[in-house]
């Protein structure tokens, strides 16, 4: 923190009035927002000089090219810290929440993604123009390398986890062909390998972009593959339709576009798209336990089920018979079919807990939310009348209510709690988790959770659910 307070002051001749930590993202890298009197930075520390160079430089040069990118401001003499615009926090995946939860994207909505759309050619040809892919972070082009990997991920994270009766040397035959017709055609545009509604920040209804430091040479379909078929986002096909349409007409302003080769190595893409993803489900799912992915599942084989219903796709059959009747087997898996009655209000999860046992682990995948410490408040388990009784108990609640400071403790919690559910039942998000913890979690934590969860039912009704753990009580209730 330090250094990158240095590199502030070097840059701007004056210290910052104030640096926020930003929340933690998936990468190592931390991010900071530098406040001054009349604006905000970004500050980055990273971990892997190789990678920061990498964004850095790619930033630099898409900038030049006239690209909607972060402008980096300073850079630190070893490359580890640097500053760069604050685009602000508002992306497209917020923006388009809406239409995501109910599967009917409003006019606003459309707008935003096919705008977004119409910017990948740009990226893809004009970011390539003059690019030194000598900077790129772990390979300078989409090898055959890769693409095993990605396949092979998908079979031994995914598949052998839910699926073990299957020929692995006839799976290995369609997954080294399907490589070679991936690499088919030699191309020199850029791959951005992470484009998706998460890495678009909107400033002014204008998308910028971020998080590309992933990117390589590679071939144009996989970057709309990942866009228009992203698992979760559920776009009707009429609008994926517009989707492609939109991109193939800012296309050709950079190449002629045979239309029916085009979609027929589109469809190459998504299929390869979507097996990558399922791998990626699958270790974050059943390796990792994050039930968020394994949730995700039923919306990737939906679209291996769109696709494949496509007469179109029959070729694909023909080309890669056994992979294909392996997939089309798992899509039609009774667990991994659309849910009628999806419940998509927001769950928050309110646990109990005793820190001498840890604290819950959030198996959602969402990774945040809060955990409150009760052991500064007088501990009833101190006495023996209370030591058999939990917090639910009159005796225990009454001792607790005495003196008072258990309310003023919850008075604040219910102000940040309230504030985070109406910032995620607005954003479209699925789950929140809200812990206590104590020295048993017995009294204090179990009262402290209670209440919560009781005070969030009487606010929110139905418009919420509320899921009650009592940890170390063995309670699990959905209110």
């Given amino acids: 923190m330090e250094a990158l307070k240095s590199l502030f002051v070097a840059y701007k001749g004056k210290s910052a009035d104030k640096i926020e930590a930003l929340p933690p993202t998936g990468s190592n890298r931390r991010y900071y927002r530098i406040f001054t009197e009349d604006r905000s930075y970004i500050g980055v520390v990273g971990t892997n000089k190789a990678e920061n160079l990498c964004f850095i430089g790619m930033a ?13 401001l300073a850079v630190s003499e070893d490359s580890m810290r640097y500053i760069q615009e604050d685009l602000g926090t508002f992306t497209l995946f917020e923006a388009v929440a809406n239409g995501r939860n109910s599967g009917s994207y409003s006019d606003g909505e459309k707008r935003l993604l096919l705008r977004t759309i119409r910017q990948l050619p740009k990226f893809q040809f004009k970011g390539a123009e003059g690019l030194d892919f000598n900077l790129c972070f772990q390979e300078k082009e989409l090898s055959r390398r890769q693409i095993l990997f990605d396949l092979n991920y998908f079979k031994y994270c995914f598949l052998k986890a839910v699926h073990n009766d299957f020929h692995e040397a006839s799976l290995q035959d369609d997954f080294d062909l ?16 992470d484009f998706q509604a998460r890495n678009v920040i909107l400033r002014d209804g204008e998308p910028y972009f971020i998080d590309f430091q992933g990117g390589m040479r590679g071939p144009l379909y996989y970057d709309l593959a990942a866009f228009v078929w992203q698992a979760k986002a559920c776009y009707p096909e009429d609008f994926r339709r517009e989707l492609v349409a939109a991109y193939i007409e800012e296309l050709r302003r950079f190449t002629p576009v045979d239309e029916e080769r085009f979609h027929t190595q589109l469809r190459l893409f998504v299929l390869f798209r979507t097996i990558q993803v399922l791998g990626a489900y699958g270790f974050r799912g059943y390796f990792e336990g994050k039930v968020y992915f394994t949730e995700s599942v039923p919306f990737a084989m939906a679209n291996l089920r769109s696709l494949f219903a496509q007469p179109e796709s029959a070729v694909l059959k023909i080309r890669y018979p056994y992979l294909c009747q392996l997939l089309e087997m798992l899509c039609n898996k009774p667990e991994y079919m659309p849910s009628t009655d999806e419940d998509k209000r927001l769950t928050v999860k309110v646990c109990s807990f005793s820190y001498r046992k840890g604290i819950p682990e959030d198996r959602t995948g969402n990774g945040g939310g809060y955990v409150f410490d009760c052991r500064g408040m007088h501990n009833p388990g101190r006495y023996e009348q209370y030591k058999k009784l939990t917090g639910l108990d009159q005796p225990v609640i009454d001792f607790l209510e005495e003196a008072g400071e258990i309310q003023k403790f919850l008075d604040s919690a219910y102000s940040i709690v309230d504030s985070h559910v109406d910032c995620f039942v607005r954003r479209g998000f699925a789950n929140l988790s809200v812990s206590f913890g104590c020295t048993g979690g017995q009294h204090r934590s179990v009262y402290s959770a209670q209440h919560l969860a009781e005070h969030l039912k009487a606010r929110y009704g139905d418009a919420i659910r509320v899921h009650l753990i009592h940890r170390e009580r063995g309670i699990d209730v959905m209110m």
């Fill in 60 to 72: 630099k040069h898409f900038s030049s090219k006239g690209l909607n990118v972060p402008s980096i």
């Fill in 178 to 193: 399907l490589a070679t017709d991936i690499l088919k055609e030699r191309s020199e545009t850029f791959l951005y390998r």
